[in-house]
């Protein structure tokens, strides 16, 4: 079973930075579709961006120009650098894993980390 954990949130103030990583349980970072997600209260969980096991990166468009998503693979971990950050930013931030192969999808979840910028 994949266990991914997150950590790096806290609260920081507007314009500030914060980068998030999320460690996984064995070799998958390298061969996974990895995301990150957020969740804000009474909002529906929104991808914020994901890295491709190409290496392909994607974005919502309003972290654009400032959140940047990488990966080490040999520390099977994922990272989300998130820069000049906005009230709007407020969210428990999901790390996700996602896999289809032979037709079998493989989902993976963390926790979340809790991310406050104040104004």
């Known amino acids: 079973q994949v266990q991914l954990v997150e950590s790096g949130g806290g609260l920081v103030q507007a314009g500030g930075s914060l980068r998030l990583s999320c460690a996984a349980s064995?070799?998958?970072?390298?061969?996974?579709?990895m995301a990150w997600y957020r969740q804000a209260p009474g909002k529906q969980r929104e991808l914020v961006a994901g890295?491709?096991?190409?290496?392909?990166?994607n974005y919502a468009d309003s972290v654009k120009g400032r959140f940047s998503i990488s990966r080490d693979n040999a520390k099977n971990t994922v990272y989300l650098q998130m820069n000049s950050l906005k009230p709007e930013d407020t969210a428990v931030y999901y790390c996700?894993?996602?896999?289809?192969?032979?037709?079998?999808?493989?989902?993976?979840w963390g926790q979340g980390t809790q991310v406050t910028v104040s104004s």
């Open positions: 996700n894993a996602f896999r289809v192969r032979w037709a079998t999808k493989y989902d993976y």
């Open positions: 064995g070799d998958i970072v390298s061969i996974y579709t």
């Open positions: 890295i491709s096991s190409g290496s392909s990166t």
